[in-house]
């Protein structure tokens, strides 16, 4: 429904959750490596040290993840919106100022708070709630910001520290975040199209044009119940492992094998570029194919990837390593939000995916723990890429399962249970 034929307002909510994935969760979650060598260089701590602090996000962000869904049903989103993002921005000009390890570990915890109660929580809900058609087309598009984030983002930074130092590389991000993110929020986001007096896209009005009805699904005390809740959030953990695991170690392995320095570095940036393209297919795919072809070419792609990973040190292999690990990699970045919604209905949405994107957030926390465990066995990336592989084929099997297991619930919606299956 649009405003008396104008633009859907719903596009521009999709722009700023775009912007918010770009500026936000990108910096947060993608440029880490940027500043391991200048920061460990100057403040003489070791480099494992300094990451420590990502580990403290990570697990922070997955904390808070069930308690933002909660938050999101109870406070203006605006309001909501705004707190997070400032913890994000505050943690960025806390890093600048920062002289000692306890510093980043410490501020660590409001931007994990910010990556999660800013970043994909509140963007996935918004685009389920605006979104009836075009749904896993929109989540795509607005989920794609944090490779678009990456691609634009790393040079910038990078010249940024070249030129005046990693603490003004900092600060720059603080301030871009709420220069670019604030005013967008409070002035451009409402939860959903009813406080604008519209309907979701795709959903149309009755005879006498009053909305249609409630929102459809279980509630998540109901979905918890459910044999298909645990079975989606168990697949994505193990998707998480299976994305993360290789990717934070690709450039030892790159190397390990003979890749070139330079082919190493043009398929990180090539990387991002793929993430993009892979997050509107797959959205796409979604709402064409449906759930289990979709998550076929998902999972599909992932065990490709590592099959090219394998010669990678040669420039084809590599490019379509980087092309099929995109793909693969939308097991945790479009796929929760999409399926939360598809399998469980959009009641109670933003309390049930707090808790699915808690294993998002789990999934990326263990993938370290569980890759340096297996490499350590005969200290060969050789065995975490078998491994890998096996662990894909399980988180298919998990995911088949949830679809299946779905519980009932009344559809009278554009996502029909066909249509979701």
């Given amino acids: 429904m649009n405003e008396k034929g104008g633009i859907f307002y719903g596009w521009?909510?999709?722009?700023?959750?775009?912007?918010?994935?770009?500026?936000?969760?990108?910096?947060?979650?993608?440029?880490?490596s940027l500043f391991t060598k200048p920061v460990t260089e100057e403040?003489?701590?070791?480099?494992?040290?300094?990451?420590?602090y990502y580990t403290v996000m990570a697990t922070t962000a997955m904390i808070i993840a069930p308690i933002a869904g909660r938050l999101m049903k109870k406070m203006d989103i605006r309001v909501y919106m705004t707190i997070f993002t400032l913890l994000g921005a505050g943690a960025y000009i806390g890093f600048s100022f920062a002289t000692e390890l306890i510093h980043f570990l410490l501020f660590a915890v409001p931007m994990g708070m910010a990556l999660t109660g800013a970043g994909m929580i509140p963007v996935s809900?918004?685009?389920?709630?605006?979104?009836n058609a075009k749904r896993g087309l929109s989540l795509g598009i607005a989920l794609s910001g944090t490779g678009f984030g990456s691609m634009i983002l790393s040079p910038l930074v990078t010249w940024i520290i070249t030129a005046h130092g990693w603490r003004t590389a900092y600060l720059a991000i603080g301030i871009l975040i709420?220069?670019?993110?604030?005013?967008?929020?409070?002035?451009?986001?409402?939860?959903s199209p009813a406080d604008k007096g519209l309907l979701p896209l795709g959903e149309e009005e009755t005879?006498?044009?009053?909305?249609?009805?409630?929102?459809?699904?279980?509630?998540?005390?109901?979905?918890?119940?459910?044999?298909?809740?645990w079975a989606l959030c168990a697949g994505i953990l193990v998707g998480g492992i299976v994305v993360n695991s290789m990717i934070i170690n690709l450039v030892p392995y790159l190397t390990d094998i003979g890749t070139?320095?330079?082919?190493?570095?043009?398929l990180l940036s090539l990387a991002s570029a793929m993430v993009i393209g892979a997050k509107l297919l797959v959205g796409r795919l979604y709402d064409k194919l449906g759930l289990i072809k979709t998550l076929t070419f998902i999972v599909a792609s992932d065990i490709i990837c590592f099959l090219f990973l394998l010669k990678a040190n040669l420039l084809i292999p590599?490019?379509?390593?980087?092309?099929?690990?995109?793909?693969?990699?939308?097991?945790?970045?479009?796929t929760p939000a999409y399926l939360t919604g598809a399998l469980f209905g959009e009641k109670e949405y933003s309390s049930k995916y707090g808790t699915v994107a808690l294993f998002t957030s789990l999934g990326a926390a263990v993938a370290p723990i569980a890759a340096g465990l297996i490499y350590n066995i005969n200290?060969?990336?050789?065995?975490?890429?078998?491994?890998?592989?096996?662990?894909?084929?399980?988180?298919?099997?998990?995911?088949?399962?949830?679809?299946?297991?779905?519980?009932?619930?009344?559809?009278?919606?554009?996502?029909?249970?066909?249509?979701?299956?």
């Fill in 12 to 32: 521009w909510i999709l722009v700023a959750g775009f912007l918010i994935m770009t500026f936000l969760y990108a910096p947060i979650a993608n440029l880490v």
């Fill in 260 to 266: 070139p320095t330079q082919q190493a570095a043009l």
């Fill in 43 to 52: 403040l003489g701590f070791g480099r494992a040290e300094f990451t420590m």
């Fill in 207 to 229: 005879s006498n044009g009053a909305p249609q009805k409630e929102l459809v699904g279980v509630t998540q005390k109901e979905a918890f119940k459910s044999v298909s809740f």
């Fill in 318 to 334: 590599g490019i379509l390593y980087t092309l099929f690990s995109a793909l693969g990699s939308t097991a945790v970045t479009v």
């Fill in 125 to 131: 809900v918004l685009i389920t709630n605006w979104f």
């Fill in 379 to 421: 200290h060969s990336y050789g065995l975490l890429i078998k491994v890998l592989i096996a662990l894909a084929v399980v988180e298919f099997v998990l995911f088949f399962i949830a679809i299946k297991s779905k519980p009932k619930f009344d559809l009278n919606s554009d996502i029909s249970q066909q249509d979701a299956l």
């Fill in 178 to 191: 709420l220069v670019v993110l604030v005013p967008l929020i409070i002035f451009v986001i409402k939860l």
